[in-house]
Every structure is written in structure tokens, then in C-alpha cells.
């Protein structure tokens, strides 16, 4: 790695700052999924209708080029970076929402990358799409949580770059099949949703997150 990419520690806590508004979608995100084997289909699936979109949006303004994160334009940046996110955690998170959505999770996807090979829809998986989006969002997150700044970076237009090849389209997937949950499932047997440990809310969702965000930002601030 350059030695540009060397920062100092306050240099370091000052560009977390410019990625905030990223890791309050992400964090959340992050947090929901973790949290999917204490909820009810039904509200998990409004939960993520508010937040998917503002994910999608936030990652939009990641930075996309070397020169957006202080790199030479010339600087080699697809490196082997830390996983953090690991084959066991993938797995526990896919099935956790395998569980939770049932027959839901199943769906025909007509707009993927496998359709330029064949002319029928292809089965894929809801759980699968929301985990390949958990793993790139996870793994920055947990690389800014670990203070490396020499390797955020890198994290960084690694993040960008697998969102527009792949989780970004993953998010886009999921929301048609979460709308379809929400409006075309019956919901006779889901519990009400003020019972559900997700609520929806009349307050901005960037509000109601933004205590999760301080706590993330003064946990890295103090090195905890």
C-alpha cells in the first residue's frame, strides 16, 4: 500500500466523518440483519423498505477513484484487504432469514446477470441477496471500527466497486421482493407490528439512527 495512504489518527477519525452518512444506513442495516431471529416477517420486511433505499443512496456517494481517497491515480487498489465477515457469519445470516421469510424467500429473477445466458427467469434466494449486501457493507464498517486507516481507502472503493457490480443490484432485487411481501402476502398470521421488535416510525429514519451512528463515531474517537 502507498505510503500516501498513511494517515495520522485525527486525519484518520476526520475522513470516518466524511463517510458518515454511509455508515448510518450501513450500521443499521447491519444491526436489522443481525437481529432477523427476534422479528416478525412482516414488520423486518417495512423495516427494510425504509432503510434499503437510503443504503442505496448513500452508497451512491462513496467515493468512486483514487483521488476521492487521497491515492495516487496510479496506485494499484484491488488488494487483498481483511475479511471480517466470515464463511460461518455468511451462513448463520443467510439462514437466519431463510427462517424468518419461509416460502417468501424464493422468487423468480428476470433481471440478474445469469439472464444473459438463458431466456427463463432463474429461482434465486431473498436471504442470499440480503447477505451479499451484509458482507461488503459489514466488512467496511468493521475496517473503520478497527482503525486501520492505512487500509480504509482501500475498503472504501473496494465497498464502491462491489456495489456497482453486484450488491447494488442485489438491494434493487430485494426491495421488488420485499414489496411484494408486504402487499401481495397474507398477513393473518403475522403478529401486530407493535409487538414486533422493529417498529415503524412518523420520525426521518436518518433521526432515529443517528443515535447509532454517535455511539459507532465516539467508540472510534475514544479507540474502543
Same mark, same amino acid.
Given at each position: !500500500?502507498?505510503?500516501?495512504?498513511?494517515? #495520522?489518527? =485525527?486525519?484518520? &477519525?476526520?475522513?470516518?466523518?466524511?463517510?458518515?452518512?454511509?455508515?448510518?444506513?450501513?450500521? *443499521?442495516?447491519?444491526?436489522?440483519?443481525?437481529?432477523? %431471529?427476534?422479528?416478525?416477517?412482516?414488520?423486518? %420486511?417495512?423495516?427494510?423498505?425504509?432503510?434499503?433505499?437510503?443504503?442505496?443512496?448513500?452508497?451512491?456517494?462513496?467515493?468512486?477513484? /483514487?483521488?476521492?481517497?487521497?491515492?495516487?491515480?496510479?496506485?494499484?487498489?484491488?488488494?487483498?484487504?481483511?475479511?471480517?465477515?466470515? @464463511?460461518?457469519?455468511?451462513? !448463520?445470516?443467510?439462514?437466519?432469514?431463510?427462517?424468518?421469510?419461509? /416460502?417468501?424467500?424464493?422468487?423468480?429473477?428476470?433481471?440478474?446477470?445469469? !439472464?444473459?445466458?438463458?431466456?427463463?427467469?432463474?429461482?434465486?434466494?431473498?436471504?442470499?441477496?440480503?447477505?451479499?449486501?451484509?458482507?461488503?457493507? #459489514?466488512?467496511? &464498517?468493521?475496517? =473503520?471500527? %478497527?482503525?486501520?486507516?492505512?487500509?480504509?481507502?482501500? =475498503?472504501?472503493?473496494?465497498?464502491?466497486?462491489?456495489?456497482?457490480?453486484?450488491?447494488?443490484?442485489?438491494?434493487?432485487?430485494? !426491495?421488488r421482493v420485499l414489496h411484494s411481501i408486504l402487499? /401481495?402476502?397474507?398477513?393473518?398470521?403475522?403478529?401486530?407490528? @407493535?409487538?414486533?421488535?422493529?417498529?415503524? *416510525? @412518523?420520525?426521518? &429514519?436518518?433521526?432515529?439512527?443517528? =443515535?447509532?451512528?454517535?455511539?459507532?463515531?465516539?467508540?472510534?474517537?475514544?479507540?474502543?
Open positions: !500500500m502507498s505510503n500516501s495512504a498513511d494517515i #495520522s489518527s =485525527a486525519k484518520g &477519525i476526520a475522513y470516518l466523518e466524511g463517510l458518515k452518512e454511509f455508515f448510518i444506513a450501513g450500521l *443499521s442495516f447491519r444491526e436489522a440483519l443481525c437481529g432477523a %431471529s427476534q422479528v416478525e416477517k412482516y414488520s423486518f %420486511s417495512r423495516f427494510l423498505l425504509h432503510l434499503l433505499p437510503l443504503l442505496y443512496q448513500k452508497a451512491l456517494g462513496l467515493p468512486a477513484c /483514487n483521488k476521492d481517497v487521497g491515492l495516487p491515480e496510479d496506485e494499484e487498489t484491488d488488494i487483498l484487504l481483511p475479511e471480517f465477515v466470515s @464463511e460461518e457469519e455468511y451462513t !448463520m445470516i443467510e439462514n437466519s432469514l431463510e427462517r424468518l421469510f419461509g /416460502n417468501d424467500d424464493y422468487f423468480l429473477e428476470a433481471h440478474g446477470e445469469e !439472464m444473459q445466458f438463458t431466456d427463463a427467469p432463474i429461482t434465486s434466494r431473498l436471504s442470499e441477496y440480503l447477505t451479499d449486501i451484509y458482507q461488503p457493507v #459489514s466488512n467496511l &464498517i468493521l475496517t =473503520a471500527k %478497527s482503525r486501520d486507516y492505512i487500509a480504509l481507502p482501500y =475498503a472504501v472503493l473496494r465497498c464502491r466497486k462491489y456495489f456497482e457490480e453486484h450488491w447494488g443490484d442485489c438491494l434493487l432485487a430485494a !426491495m402487499f /401481495n402476502s397474507s398477513q393473518e398470521d403475522d403478529i401486530e407490528e @407493535e409487538h414486533a421488535t422493529i417498529h415503524e *416510525s @412518523e420520525e426521518p &429514519i436518518e433521526t432515529l439512527l443517528q =443515535a447509532r451512528i454517535d455511539e459507532f463515531m465516539k467508540g472510534l474517537e475514544n479507540g474502543d
